[in-house]
């Protein structure tokens, strides 16, 4: 309760020998990424992006491209 107090949730991490505790700190902290006993939790493959005033969307992996797309279905009879 007290990590999301704040209005930024760029990135957390948390240290834990059991399974149940990293999913129970994974599905309650709210921020865009998280590590689990490691500090790296991105590579270039990844979505990276915060949530709340730590910005909007995803740069990275194929949801960060999707900001710069725009797509369109055409439908067309017989030409």
Do not use: C
Not at 25 to 51: D, R, Y
């Amino acid at each position: 309760a007290r990590a999301n107090a704040l209005p930024y949730g760029l990135a957390g991490y948390a240290f834990t020998r059991s399974a149940a505790t990293a999913n129970r700190i994974a599905e309650q902290l709210a921020v865009g990424v998280i590590g689990i006993n490691q500090m790296v939790v991105t590579i270039p493959e990844t979505p990276f992006g915060g949530i709340g005033d730590s910005g909007w969307g995803r740069e990275g992996g194929l949801e960060g491209l999707e900001s710069y797309t725009v797509r369109k279905y055409v439908g067309h009879l017989h030409l």
